[in-house]
């Protein structure tokens, strides 16, 4: 962490982005590039975070500000790297991996996954390979095709905030759902903790354990208010 260096805190207009000015001055990323943000929402949201800063600066305190940093110096720069990374997930994602048993799993599974895969079956008009337990079952070769491509359309700002939110729930499928509108961040969240919280009910919470989902669940918010706030106009 740094010492605060600035009183004030700005938004202005330059060009086709918004700019962060401290005292007057234009905030660049670690990269140093212009810090530019797409929209006025977005742009509004991460000057509070800056006029939010104590006496010191602390960035973990900024999500929003270190998601537009990467998609500004990490995303824009290298996009294949991210969008094959990202993809990978098509290969490999939760929702295809099924538990056996108990039935009350199998049917709870299946109630909260299923409608995300028939939506994007039709979405994408793809198919997938389910399997029971954890051994990887290859998903075909179109699947895997469109669901990057589906990936590529995304711009920097959009692919910053899944490249945070897909690893942390591990669906490429259930957060193209959540980018597309057809369920919600929350209920995304929820699904991909399913077996987490199935767990817990079976054997009791360990505090660590939980702990550690809160902050996976706040980093998840985070990223979703990014992206929602960079879709946001005036």
Same mark, same amino acid.
Do not use: C
């Given at each position: ?101 108990? =039935?009350? +799993?199998?049917?709870?599974? #299946? @109630? !909260?996954? *299923?409608?995300? %895969? /028939? ?6 008009? $793809? ?17 895997? =095709?469109? +669901?990057?491509?589906?990936? #590529? @359309? !995304?711009? *920097?700002?959009? %692919? /910053? ?6 690893? $942390? ?17 929350? =209920? ?47």
């Amino acid at each position: 962490m740094t010492k605060r260096f600035y009183k004030d805190v700005a938004v202005e207009v330059r060009g086709v982005g918004r700019a962060i000015l401290l005292d007057g001055r234009p905030v660049n990323t670690p990269a140093r590039k212009a810090l530019l943000l797409p929209t006025d929402a977005l742009a509004e949201a991460v000057a509070e975070e800056w006029r939010a800063q104590a006496e010191m600066i602390d960035p973990a305190a900024m999500p929003l500000t270190g998601l537009a940093n990467a998609a500004i110096d990490r995303i824009g720069p290298g996009r294949a790297d991210f969008e094959r990374e990202l993809s990978g997930y098509g290969d490999t994602d939760l929702l295809y991996y099924r538990a056996a048993d108990p =039935e009350e +799993l199998v049917q709870h599974q #299946a @109630a !909260r996954w *299923d409608p995300v %895969l /028939a939506w994007a079956r039709q979405r994408f008009d $793809i198919d997938f390979h389910l399997a029971s337990g954890v051994m990887h079952q290859p998903q075909p070769p179109q699947t895997l =095709e469109r +669901l990057a491509a589906a990936l #590529a @359309a !995304r711009d *920097d700002w959009a %692919l /910053a905030s899944l490249a945070r939110t897909i690893p $942390i729930s591990g669906s490429l499928v259930l957060m193209l759902a959540v980018d597309e509108g057809a369920i919600t961040p929350d =209920e995304a969240w929820q699904a991909s903790v399913l077996d987490e919280l199935w767990q817990e009910q079976l054997w009791g919470a360990d505090a660590l354990a939980v702990q550690a989902r809160e902050a996976r669940g706040a980093d998840f918010a985070s990223a979703w208010r990014f992206r929602e706030l960079a879709l946001t106009q005036g």
